[in-house]
């Protein structure tokens, strides 16, 4: 009995990839100072795909980079794959960050690189995987979002929608736990940002991760397993999907 409870236990927390608890941000000092999270309270469970909505300046990206390990939580409790990221030091924010996919507007794509060799930089970050296999898995990924023939091509040389999935490719190609992606059709037409949602869900879930979606496209929101509304630095609607 005693055993099975532990087992329990164990796979409840293993299932709650991001706990937060009364979690507040400020940016800038004294008089400067504005706080841009209240009280924030949220749980995204192994497997779910949450979309994060709001108006803009709501605090939207601040909570997806304290989720990410992009920078150091400051009030409440922010634990992520069970790991306190409440003044945590720069070595355990960057621990958190090899587990972590990141998918942004921008794609942030290096123009001097070929699609493969930025899709192959995620993995660079890993110990224990050799070149070839490397370039195996960068290419794979790239075959998987349909640029298989373009592994040698910089992105100047792409559109939009295939910078996006070179973007999506290098997310998740290392298999992180979880991907984070902030605004990830903002600038793409409606089928090419349909196709990359649903492309990032199905690949996502082969893998077994969780996928955040920071949003104000509307025409995506059937994707999602539950919907959670910031506004004004504070959560107002947790809601499942359609």
């Known amino acids: 009995m005693i055993f099975t409870q532990s087992i329990n236990n164990q796979r409840s927390t293993i299932d709650k990839v991001v706990e937060i608890k009364n979690l ?71 621990q958190i960050r090899r587990n972590v996919g990141y998918i942004f507007q921008a794609h942030n794509l290096l123009e001097s690189l070929t699609a493969r060799q930025n899709v192959q930089m995620s993995l660079e970050l890993h110990k224990g995987i050799n070149a070839p296999q490397v370039k195996q898995r960068a290419v794979a990924l790239l075959e998987s979002v349909g640029l298989g023939e373009h592994a040698d091509y910089y992105p100047h040389n792409l559109s939009g929608g295939q910078k996006q999935r070179v973007a999506i490719a290098r997310a998740l190609v290392s298999h992180p736990r979880m991907v984070l992606a902030d605004e990830p059709t903002a600038a793409l ?44 630095g504070r959560i107002t609607a947790k809601n499942n999907s359609f």
């Open 189 to 232: 037409d409606s089928q090419s940002g349909r196709n990359i949602v649903e492309l990032m869900q199905e690949l996502a879930r082969e893998q077994g991760c969780t996928i955040l979606i920071v949003t104000h496209d509307n025409r995506i929101l059937d994707v999602a397993d539950r919907i959670v509304e910031l506004e004004d």
């Open 24 to 94: 507040s941000h400020f940016f800038g000092e004294g008089k400067l100072k504005k706080q841009i999270l209240f009280d924030i309270d949220l749980t995204l469970n192994s497997g779910e795909v949450i979309i994060l909505k709001g108006p803009s300046g709501s605090g939207k990206t601040t909570l997806l980079t304290l989720m990410g390990g992009l920078r150091s939580a400051q009030l409440g409790s922010l634990k992520v794959f069970g790991e306190e990221l409440s003044g945590a030091s720069k070595k355990k924010l960057v």
